[in-house]
């Protein structure tokens, strides 16, 4: 069965710089921890550039969680603030820079352009740019 | 949590309400409307769908005006009310209240609106202590009226409400079954008349001119001339011109005519003390003479009409004693209370004495020291035989009335206002300092009215040498030796009831003090003990009953401070009285400018604020002629033949002050003075 | 909020009734509160099982009080043998320092309780007093009573000390005390809440300032008063209400938990934490005076501006966040709002803030740093923004527990037609399109001279142009001579008179043809009540002079009005409702509420209290610096600040000294010249 | 002789009393006892006063039962309290009411002060 959090990772280190900020920078440790057994994330963000690897390195801002919980923040079910909030995630250091970094994660499963459900609410109704004034 | 009371008033006529405009008994503070004395409404509860309301905020427009903004339910945030109600209410004569409600709706609404009336016809007295009525109070529902009375024998008192609206009157109350339009409203006006009954079924109180009814239109009317022909004060502290502006208008409101005379007087304080009290209306016109003189003419009249011819012991009545206390309730009708009127006081006779003297020196109003010449002889009899229990030339007192009468008969009437420096009460009869300051000063003061205006030389010079005689023997048997003050009192053995207190501030002004002292007095007015910083304290910090909540043994009085600082400055200590001043002032600021009867004496260091003395009288009368009396030490004026002097000795800090259109014998006079250094504010962040 | 007592320190606060109780009421969040989070829901003193009345109160400091209170109902003639001083302050942990006075000239023994609980409530749930998950413990410890919630991994405590011995229970503390004659006795209790983060540690104990001693609170307060511009004027009500406004923004201040930056909370109680329209507005209300605040609000909210779609969040790419929570609810996802960002105005908001910033600060830095999100913001007005593809700004709300209009007037029934009806979603409120404008006009700005981005610059002010003809098309009432309130979905105007046109002035897409009838609708007795703009017309069916945003006065509102009244060269009218405010204030001891009645002047002496209003509140103290602003015309020119008085004469001299800006420090002086009659 | 009448007796043989200062006026006193009215008068002029049963309008009516004004010639009741409780009424004049005041006597037995202090053993 797939990774999510392999996957999210995979999809930022490709798509970072639409994702971040152009100047964001800094290096994020992501320590997950599966029934006692910790994988660990090492992410450098340079110029909204990322890279990815697997090590255990020195961190500007490390984050502890549950892999589970993780899963679910990389596909979006989940979100940063709130599990931080709550202390199912914790944080030791530079904690704006995983403010930055939260830019990265998707949105919630099945989430669509609320634009388009709009668009089909008022289709036919009107066309845009154009309006009959009403007295 | 206590809530906060809204009081109006015109005269001896009142209204305390809460702050949403009901009318809820409370044995601690009297809530009602009070005439005379007499509770005439005791419940006046405004529900809408038989909720009560909640204030948005009380305008106080006049003394005799106010009104409520009122919404229903408990307000919360983010809930818009969809009624508003304001409560619009007038007290001249007679209770005015208009009722609006407001529908903000984009619908008609339909509400019952609801006042519950009830009146217990208490007596002032029943209030403190509550006790089975003997009459019967009778509720009849008429179409347009609900009439309330009550009858003890002859005795007949009766509240009448009426609406301009269509309303439905039963016994408890009155009921306005409402349909409002979107965004319309709906207007009544009640009013409750009172009724004192007299000859013939009338009210006794028309023989009153100013007793009548009067329209706020009128009340405004007769309030603008009242300050018109005050003095116009300007200043740089804000503080001060505030107090002042606002003690002229509670002593316009404190004007109330009494049964037998006509012009007003000044009554003694709300709500405990909405009546004549001898002292407090002496003394509230000797601060206000050079403002207000207009009170003081009367004021001796009618002391002097009143004034004791014979014996009663009930009454503490004696020749030549002027009244303590009038009351018209109840309890005093049927001689259960002895106020008709009450003599219990030792002090208002010499004070009579040194307010006509005074009153002569400021208006040269000659006449009414000749009209007066026997009571004021009577008066000064009184000091040398009736005042002179022991025989032994001191002012003493001791009641003949053991059930009701006052133990103390000075201006400390509370049980334990005098007490020796260990905190025992001395025996009785009890001589206090300041009765002898104020004999003394009665006698002098005598003395030139006796050479001027009633053509006896040898009545003057016995005057002057009983006066001399009794400074001569004061300063050795009060003073104290170790602690260089003067004692409090003299007990019956001739032994210093020795607590240092305030009252020696007294005897600067009196100027019974001898010289070679007055420096030490001073510096224990002015000394940590006594002065807490807001003011001088009825008692020294340190004695055995000293209390900063306590009435009379620890409080901080407003008018006990002016007649201190006018002594301080009698003496030439300019700078003292102009501390006093400053602290008075200061204080005044934290009350919207009304000083109230008393307030605590923690220290100053200890409290931002002046910190209430619980329900204290405001306003009170004597409290509002302080400002008036600093105003007159701080520009130190005293009239000298037929001229103004102007000495003035303001403050650091204070200013500029400027006093124009001062009245007296020279017509109209105006006054300067200046303090030196600028003062500078604190942002209210900062205050330490 | 008249008898109730409040001291704050940034988004901690202690609501008490007047003698310093608390117990827990539907009505007001009365506690102490810390980050959302209830710590004391009850604190009641009591004296041999007598509750205690109070005499007066001290407030010495935003962040201190002072009861005096006797035992028992304060009777006249009966003198009270004992007094209680209740001095408290907050500086991080919450102090009560109890003295006993004894009176009396003999010993007494008196039994003194603090009965003590807390429901760990956030600070909605303190409205219905629903009883949260998880369990509570109450656990007395050697010395101390410990007070905890815990659910799952989510712990809060309070632990309450005290300095004297005091018998512990689970419901609180007693004392026995003997006093000798005129004694006195005291004691300082001590609470202090915490909530768990990473290892069991105070997530708050990395902030800088958390736990600061009030001595180090009165050095700062001096400090932040002494940078400010010093104020002299001839009236005492201007100047209070300049003191109390500076001293009000000290004390809201808070430093973020997640930013870790100072954060400006809003109002108190009901919005004691970061809201992205509040720390906007107030950032640009502040910027002539303390423009530090401007800074941290364009950094934070930048910081959490929107990065995905979240439905049950309102959140989108580019948006910028309506409010942030921290309290536990949002944390279990109860409650969409730990961060929230249904709000439609805070986007371009946040590009004229930083703007309007580097034309009084010269900190071109910040606006190349932020360019990234500044680009976001303008992009997401014509993407996300604009829900109906018709160049508009538009919302309507996705999130089940979301706020059903989304600009500033944001209560259920603040956008309607005249006689009364909800127009259906989304919907286009009128100002949202002047912010939107203004944003473009602005962005094109920063883009020419910080960005070097020319063709970006031409194009935004094409935009910008465009929008602008567009609105004063279609927004423009003809036959009633106003702007309609908002379009419909269906494009027809919805047609309410209300505040928010004053707002369009402000942003500078009235046309001038019509800003004259735009400033005399304003001025007009159906909006003008003597006090102050209303917010919806008198003369409106949902007209309510109570309420919340259908009649009530809002000084913010009042004060961007001003500043429009100004920019379209109405400086009387400013002035008009300048000295109307000043005035108002003068009945709130200078602090202004968040909203007050709006009742005809004529009709009430003093201006009426709105039903619990939040005061303090962060908007309303930067009205008054707004009010100065506009009296004294300051507005910056390149690398000028240029004066342009219109003060009415009863206002009399205002001085305005050390103004601070890109010229470093510079002076303002007026007279009173404009003759207004009185209202 | 009742005490009514022996008051207004009294008062023919009074010597000008400075008491009743420059007064000037009438005050009708009606008091009934069972079906009959008896009628006083008295004339103030001048620091004089006179009381004589002549039935004619005055500026001042005081009406109240024979038999409680006899409590009040005898200094038992007091003509204030009286009035309060309209067990007695004036009409006119009321300040001419209150010289009453000054000439009815004081209560029965009430002490002279200093004999009350030296005769506290008494008690």
Not at chain 3, 318 to 331: A, D, F, N, V, W
Not at chain 3, 441 to 468: H, I, K, S
């Amino acid at each position: 069965m797939a990774d999510p959090t392999a996957e999210f990772f995979s999809r930022i280190e490709e798509h970072g710089p639409d994702l971040l900020p152009a100047k964001a920078r800094g290096r994020l440790r992501f320590d997950l921890d599966r029934d006692g057994e910790v994988e660990h994330w090492f992410v450098a963000v340079n110029q909204g550039n990322v890279l990815v690897s697997r090590e255990k390195r020195e961190a500007d801002c490390v984050v502890a969680t549950e892999k589970e919980l993780f899963d679910k923040l990389a596909t979006g079910e989940a979100q940063v603030l709130a599990a931080y909030n709550r202390n199912d995630l914790t944080v030791r250091g530079n904690l704006p820079l995983l403010l930055v970094f939260r830019r990265a994660f998707p949105s919630p499963p099945g989430t669509r352009d609320p634009r388009e459900r709009i668009r089909e609410r008022f289709a036919g109704r009107r066309v845009a740019g154009e309006r009959e004034r009403r007295p | 949590m206590t809530k906060p009371l809204v009081s109006i008033l015109d005269g001896n006529t009142f209204v305390v309400s809460d702050n949403r405009g009901d009318i809820d008994p409370s044995p601690t503070f009297p809530t009602g409307l009070f005439s005379f004395d007499t509770r005439f409404l005791s419940k006046w509860e405004l529900t809408v769908d038989g909720n009560r309301l909640n204030v948005l905020s009380v305008d106080d427009l006049q003394y005799f005006e106010s009104q409520f903004f009122l919404v229903p339910g408990e307000p919360t945030h983010y809930v818009d009310a969809k009624l508003s109600i304001i409560r619009h209410r007038t007290v001249g004569g007679s209770f005015v209240e208009e009722l609006t409600v407001l529908n903000h709706e984009d619908q008609p609404v339909e509400v019952t609106v609801r006042l519950n009336v009830e009146s217990d016809f208490a007596d002032l007295f029943e209030i403190k202590d509550v006790r089975e009525k003997v009459g019967g109070t009778t509720v009849v529902v008429e179409e347009d009226r609900l009439r309330l009375y009550y009858q003890r024998e002859t005795f007949r008192r009766e509240a009448i409400v009426t609406s301009t609206a269509p309303a439905e009157f039963d016994r408890h109350g009155v009921t306005f079954a409402l349909r409002i339009g979107a965004h319309q409203q709906w207007q009544t006006r009640l009013r409750v008349e009172t009724l004192v009954e007299g000859a013939g079924g009338r009210d006794i109180r028309l023989s009153i001119q100013r007793h009548q009814s009067r329209s706020p239109e009128e009340l405004r009317e007769d309030l603008d001339a009242w300050l018109a022909r005050a003095p116009k004060l300007s200043s740089d502290s804000e503080p001060l011109t505030e107090t002042y502006q606002r003690s002229l208008i509670d002593l316009a409101a404190l004007r109330y005519a009494p049964l037998t005379a006509g012009p007003p007087l000044p009554a003694a304080g709300l709500p405990w003390f909405m009546t004549m009290f001898g002292r407090d209306s002496l003394i509230t016109c000797l601060q206000s003479l050079p403002f207000t003189p207009e009170l003081a003419g009367p004021t001796l009249r009618f002391l002097a009409l009143a004034q004791g011819v014979t014996l009663d012991d009930f009454r503490e009545r004696e020749p030549g004693k002027i009244l303590h206390e009038v009351r018209y309730g109840e309890s005093t009708a049927f001689e259960e209370q002895p106020h008709s009127p009450y003599y219990g006081s030792a002090d208002s006779t010499p004070l009579f004495v040194i307010l006509l003297d005074e009153y002569e020196r400021w208006t040269g109003d000659t006449e009414l020291v000749k009209a007066l010449e026997h009571e004021a002889r009577a008066a000064l009899n009184w000091i040398d035989r009736y005042g002179d229990l022991m025989g032994n030339g001191y002012v003493w007192f001791e009641r003949r009335n053991l059930r009701n009468g006052l133990e103390n008969q000075c201006w400390k009437d509370s049980w334990d206002g005098i007490s020796y420096s260990d905190g025992r009460l001395p025996a009785f009869p009890r001589a206090t300092c300041e009765l002898q300051g104020y004999a003394y000063d009665a006698k002098m003061r005598g003395a030139r009215l006796a050479r001027l205006f009633w053509q006896d030389p040898v009545y003057a010079e016995r005057l002057e040498r009983e006066a001399a005689e009794l400074k001569r023997r004061f300063n050795r048997d009060f003073w104290v030796e170790d602690g260089e003050y003067y004692a409090l009192a003299l007990d019956t053995e001739g032994g210093q009831v020795d607590a240092l207190s305030s009252n020696i501030g007294h005897l600067l002004w009196s100027g019974i003090v001898d010289d070679d002292r007055a420096g030490k007095v001073a510096e224990h007015l002015l000394g940590p003990r006594l002065f807490s910083g807001w003011g001088v304290r009825t008692l020294a910090e340190g004695e055995g009953r000293y209390n900063p909540i306590g009435y009379h043994v620890g409080t901080v009085w407003p008018f006990d401070n002016s007649l201190i600082a006018w002594g301080l400055r009698r003496y030439g200590f300019r700078h003292e009285a102009g501390q006093i001043a400053e602290a008075m002032i200061a204080a005044g600021r934290y009350f919207g400018g009304r000083l109230p009867e008393a307030f605590a004496g923690y220290d100053r260091a200890l409290t931002k604020y002046p910190v209430q003395y619980p329900t204290a009288c405001s306003p009170q009368a004597w409290s509002t002629g302080t400002p008036m009396l600093l105003i007159r030490t701080l520009l130190g004026l005293d009239p000298h033949g037929e001229h103004l002097v102007v000495d003035p000795a303001l403050p650091v800090g204070m200013g500029r002050m400027e006093l124009l259109d001062i009245p007296g014998r020279w017509g109209l006079i105006d006054a300067f003075g200046r303090g030196r250094a600028e003062h500078s504010r604190t942002p209210p962040g900062l205050m330490e | 909020m008249n008898d109730l007592v409040s001291i704050l320190d940034g988004n901690t606060f202690m609501l008490s009734d007047s003698t310093g109780d608390v117990e827990p009421s539907p009505n007001y969040p009365s506690g102490l509160f810390a980050w959302d989070t209830r710590f004391l829901s009850r604190w009641v003193l009591t004296i041999n099982g007598e509750r205690l009345h109070e005499l007066s109160i001290d407030d010495l400091q935003y962040f201190e009080c002072r009861f005096f209170l006797v035992p028992g109902e304060p009777t006249h003639y009966v003198d009270a043998k004992t007094s209680v001083i209740r001095q408290r302050s907050l500086a991080g942990a919450f102090e009560e320092e109890l003295t006993v006075l004894n009176h009396r000239d003999e010993p007494v023994v008196l039994t003194l309780r603090m009965e003590i609980d807390s429901d760990f409530a956030d600070v909605f749930d303190a409205r219905e007093s629903r009883s949260l998950p998880g369990r509570t413990a109450k656990l007395v410890e050697p010395g101390r009573l410990r007070l905890c919630h815990e659910r799952h991994r989510h712990v809060a405590e309070t632990i309450v000390t005290s300095s004297e011995p005091a018998e512990i229970d689970a419901d609180g503390l007693t004392f026995r005390i003997e006093l000798g004659a005129h004694g006195r006795w005291s004691t300082t209790l001590r609470a202090i809440g915490t909530i768990q983060g990473a290892g069991g540690r105070d997530v708050r104990e990395n902030l800088r300032g958390y736990q600061e001693a009030w001595p180090e609170k009165r050095r700062e307060l001096r400090e932040w008063l002494d940078q400010a511009p010093k104020l002299t004027c001839d009236s005492e009500t201007l100047d209070d209400a300049y003191q109390r406004s500076l001293v009000d923004l000290a004390a809201l201040q808070y430093i973020g938990l997640t930013s870790q930056v100072k954060l400006m909370a809003t109002g108190l109680p009901w919005y004691m934490t970061l809201f992205g329209r509040h720390s906007l507005v107030t950032g640009f209300q502040t910027l002539p005076f303390i423009p530090q605040i401007a800074r941290s609000a364009l950094w934070v909210l930048a910081l959490l501006q929107g990065g995905r779609v979240d439905d049950f969040r309102d959140e989108e790419p580019g948006k910028i966040m309506h409010e942030i929570r921290y309290g536990e609810p949002g944390g279990f996802g109860d409650s969409p709002y730990t961060t929230y960002y249904g709000a439609a105005d805070c986007t371009p908001l946040f590009v004229v803030l930083l703007d309007e910033y580097e034309r009084w600060t010269g900190d071109a830095e910040t606006v190349r740093l932020l360019e990234y999100e500044a680009r976001s913001a303008l992009a997401w007005i014509d993407t996300y923004g604009n829900l109906m593809d018709d160049g508009y700004v538009w919302y309507e709300r996705r999130s089940p527990s979301g706020l059903e209009n989304q600009g500033w007037k944001d209560s259920w029934n603040s956008v309607t037609y005249a006689d009364g009806r909800l127009p259906g979603n989304p919907r286009a409120t009128c100002e949202l399109q002047g912010y939107a404008y203004d944003a473009k006009v602005r962005g094109a700005r920063l883009a020419r001279t910080f960005w070097n981005d020319p063709a970006y610059a031409d194009r935004l002010e094409q935009e910008a142009a465009d929008l602008r003809d567009r609105f004063n098309r279609d927004f423009w009432i003809a036959d009633q001579g106003y702007y309609a309130l908002a379009l419909d979905a269906e494009g027809g105007q919805v047609d309410a008179l209300a505040s928010n046109m004053g707002h369009l002035l402000w942003s500078g897409i009235v046309d001038d043809s019509r800003a004259e009838q735009v400033a005399e609708v304003l001025l007009d007795r159906h909006l003008f009540s003597g006090w102050g703009i209303r917010t919806l017309a008198r003369d409106q069916a949902f007209y309510n002079p109570v309420g919340y945003h259908t009649g009530a006065i809002w000084p913010s509102d009042n004060s961007l009005i001003a500043l429009g009244l100004r920019r379209y060269g109405f400086a009387e009218q400013a002035a008009r409702l300048a000295v109307a405010m000043v005035e108002a204030s003068g009945y709130f001891g200078g602090r202004m509420p968040e909203a007050f009645a709006g009742y005809d002047r004529r009709r009430t002496k003093y201006p009426v209290q709105y039903p619990r209003a939040c005061s303090p509140h962060c908007s309303s103290a930067g009205t008054t610096l707004v009010l100065l602003r506009t009296l004294l015309g300051l507005r910056p020119h390149q690398d000028h600040l240029t004066i342009d008085p219109a003060i009415p004469e009863r206002l009399g001299r205002i001085e305005l000294v050390g103004i601070p800006g890109r010229w470093g420090r510079t002076d303002a002086f007026g007279r009173g010249r404009v003759h207004l009659e009185p209202e | 002789m009742d005490p009514t009448t022996e008051f207004f007796e009294a008062l023919n043989h009074r010597a000008p009393d400075p008491l009743l200062g420059k007064i000037r006026g009438t005050v009708r006193f009606e008091l009934e006892s069972g079906t009959d009215i008896d009628t006083w008068l008295l004339v103030f002029s001048a620091g004089s006063v006179s009381a004589t049963q002549t039935d004619r309008a005055a500026d001042c009516t005081v009406r109240t039962d024979r038999e409680y004004f006899n409590r009040i010639a005898a200094g038992e009741a007091n003509p204030f309290a009286a009035l309060l409780r309209n067990r007695l009424t004036v009409e006119g004049k009321l300040f001419l009411f209150s010289y009453l005041n000054r000439l009815v006597p004081g209560t029965p037995g009430a002490h002279e002060p200093r004999d009350w202090v030296r005769g506290r053993g008494q008690r």
